[in-house]
């Protein structure tokens, strides 16, 4: 009896605790089974440590006190250029309000996921804490379905959207699709424009759409110029220039992950810690 009653455990399982969510303002949710794990450090950089994205970075922390006030707010899609600091800035803006006074979580959840939202939905259907729920480098293949898990949650379904949570995503793509897996649709498809709309519906789900995109130059050297001074490590303009511009051009790239890459390395071989 004991072994039937593990194996029907194990097939249906109790109804998922919430944590207590006063340990910690960040959490990583998994699955088999699923939890919500606290975060005690966020991996993220100061706001003002973001250059180039400042309309960006302005209207995702309105967007984002607004929610944490208790006030209506958007979902949120970052798409654009890799590395520019699309993650970071979600991470950014969460602490910049936290910093502010406003209570607010941030959840983040694995692409992989997607199936189990709707379950992560209803633990924090209710609960008195506000939530941002944080993917991060969201995109979809040909054959891939898990955008339908997304789709009533963003914007549809009876119960819809918690009051007390939105979604931010991040992702190189603006429709978060292959622009082949679109055009394929639009050529083979007995009713193209319905086929096409299928597969971009989603991304209309994101009331904000913020694009992100390569930096100039200076941009680039004023990104490093600033993690330097922010950590103390001293080098003159003319050596900076000429040694930042030389390692972009190793990677064939320029921007804010090649910028934070390159100061990296500059601090380690000026002996500061960071």
């Given amino acids: 009896m004991k072994r039937i009653a593990a194996a029907l455990e194990r097939m249906a399982p109790a109804p998922l605790a919430a944590p207590d969510f006063a340990q910690a303002d960040a959490f990583v949710w998994h ?71 406003h209570a607010l979580k941030i959840v983040e959840l694995q692409r992989e996921d997607l199936p189990s939202v709707s379950r992560l939905m209803n633990l924090l259907r209710g609960r008195k804490e506000r939530f941002l729920l944080f993917c991060d480098d969201l995109s979809f293949s040909h054959d891939d379905q898990h955008y339908k898990s997304l789709k009533a949650v963003l914007d549809g379904g009876i119960e819809g959207r918690p009051d007390n949570v939105v979604f931010y995503a991040t992702s ?41 995109h390569p930096c100039s130059q200076d941009e680039y050297l004023a990104m490093i110029r600033g993690y330097c001074d922010a950590y103390g490590v001293q080098i003159d303009d003319a050596a900076l220039r000429a040694e930042a511009i030389e390692w972009q051009a190793t990677r064939g790239a320029r921007s804010g992950r090649v910028a934070w890459q390159y100061f990296t390395d500059l601090a380690g071989r000026k002996g500061v810690r960071i």
């Fill in 172 to 212: 190189n793509r603006r429709h978060l699709m292959p622009r082949d897996m679109i055009e394929n649709e639009r050529s083979n498809a007995i009713n193209p424009s319905e086929a096409v709309e299928e597969k971009v519906s989603l991304s209309d789900r994101f009331g904000l759409w913020l694009g992100f």
């Fill in 31 to 101: 699955v088999d089974p699923d939890r919500l794990e606290p975060v005690a450090r966020v991996n993220r950089v100061d706001l003002s440590l973001l250059i180039g994205v400042n309309r960006s970075r302005d209207t995702l922390l309105a967007n984002t006190i607004q929610f944490a006030a208790g006030l209506p707010a958007n979902n949120a899609l970052l798409w654009g250029a890799r590395g520019m600091g699309k993650s970071s800035l979600v991470k950014a803006v969460h602490a910049e309000v936290l910093k502010r006074g």
